[in-house]
């Protein structure tokens, strides 16, 4: 079974500076894909940045890139130069080739301080 | 109408009722999805639709139906809501199953 797991249920950064996002997950599927998505306090959910298991470079979008290191199962999100906006919840989310079913850790809340 | 509408808003529903939840995209993708997000637990999916004719089951299907007449369309209907059902439900669409899914806003339901 897959799963998802963010360890990190808060986290504090000071405006400017780098945060990392940690996420492990869990497949045995040789094909799959890993999302992230950002949940700010009015709710809604925006896609970020989205990475392929056989993808050989990590993903950048941006100010976010993807971490991504598969012997350890990690796909840790990097968000540069922190901006007050960026407080929010963030999710890792991973599906496999059998469809688009997205599988979601509990996510990690990121407060930016000023 | 610009990417997934979803309506309504909220609801505060009596136990017992049948309910529908309306989910509408117009980027013409051929999947859609509707997950329930509770807190501590993340969000979860209920059910999903690959293509337009087709549906199938998520991880908490129970208690819920859903129907996939068109592309656009994609409704969730609680037969007998329950207390359990509380939740913020979130619609999504995707071009295809393995493409990046984006949201609607959400209808927070509120079963007593």
């Known amino acids: 079974a897959q799963k998802i797991t963010q360890t990190q249920p808060g986290m504090f950064v000071q405006e400017k500076e780098a945060v990392t996002l940690d996420c492990t997950y869990d497949?045995?599927?040789?094909?799959?894909?890993l999302f992230w998505y950002k949940q700010p306090s009015s709710g809604e959910m925006i896609f970020l940045i989205y990475?392929?298991?056989?993808?050989?470079q990590n993903a950048t979008e941006g100010r976010y890139s993807l971490n991504f290191q598969k012997a350890r199962k990690s796909a840790n999100l990097v968000i540069s130069a922190s901006q007050l906006g960026d407080s929010a919840m963030y999710f890792c989310?991973?599906?496999?080739?059998?469809?688009?079913?997205?599988?979601f850790g509990q996510g990690t809340e990121l407060s930016v301080k000023p | 109408i610009a990417g997934i509408t979803q309506a309504p808003t909220s609801q505060i529903l009596a136990a017992g009722r049948r309910m529908t939840l309306r989910c509408t995209q117009d980027?013409?993708?051929?999947?859609m999805y509707w997950y329930r997000q509770d807190l501590g637990l993340g969000l979860r999916l209920i059910h999903y639709?690959?293509?337009?004719?087709?549906?199938g089951k998520g991880e908490v299907p129970d208690g819920y139906s859903v129907s996939r007449a068109n592309t656009d369309d994609f409704p969730l209907t609680l037969a007998s809501a329950v207390p359990s059902q509380t939740s913020v439900y979130f619609c999504?669409?995707?071009?295809?199953?393995?493409?990046?899914?984006?949201f609607g806003p959400g209808t927070r339901l509120t079963v007593l």
């Open positions: 639709s690959n293509t337009a004719g087709t549906t």
């Open positions: 990475q392929g298991s056989y993808d050989q």
């Open positions: 989310a991973m599906n496999n080739n059998q469809g688009g079913k997205l599988i």
């Open positions: 980027m013409r993708h051929n999947a």
């Open positions: 999504a669409s995707s071009l295809d199953r393995n493409n990046e899914q984006f």
């Open positions: 497949t045995s599927d040789p094909s799959y894909g």
